[in-house]
């Protein structure tokens, strides 16, 4: 299984990224597909998810802002980043899970997998 996140870069706030993940060995539409953040000397945390019946996810610090999707024909997961701020600076980790539920989502612990991090940094 590999998953593979692309899309960071440096913006400036207010503007906006796409990050991708594109995985093999796993079937998107068959898992929940999570994303999350982690910025210099904190834990990384929950950012969205999209689940297997397709309802998404979103910490409240995005909601409104940043949009989960996912293209099953390309098993791709994708994280629309609109009205970029400071505070979402943070390298992004995408994660996928066969067992998650609604109450575990969230939860590091529920990600069976992980890809490699893409950076994201919004300027003021």
């Known amino acids: 299984v590999q998953l593979q996140a692309s899309g960071g870069g440096l913006v400036q706030a207010g503007n906006s990224l796409r990050l991708s993940c594109i995985t093999s060995?796993?079937?998107?539409?068959?898992?929940?597909m999570g994303w999350f953040r982690q910025a210099p000397g904190k834990e990384r945390e929950f950012v969205a998810a999209?689940?297997?019946?397709?309802?998404?996810i979103y910490t409240d610090s995005v909601k409104g802002r940043f949009t989960i999707s996912r293209d099953n024909a390309k098993n791709t997961v994708y994280l629309q980043m609109n009205s970029l701020k400071p505070e979402d600076t943070a390298a992004y980790y995408c994660?996928?899970?066969?067992?998650?539920?609604?109450?575990?989502?969230?939860?590091?612990?529920?990600?069976?997998?992980w890809g490699q991090g893409t950076l994201v940094t919004v300027s003021s």
């Open positions: 999209i689940r297997w019946t397709n309802s998404a």
């Open positions: 060995g796993i079937t998107v539409s068959r898992n929940s």
């Open positions: 994660a996928a899970s066969a067992g998650a539920i609604l109450s575990t989502i969230r939860n590091l612990g529920a990600y069976d997998y």
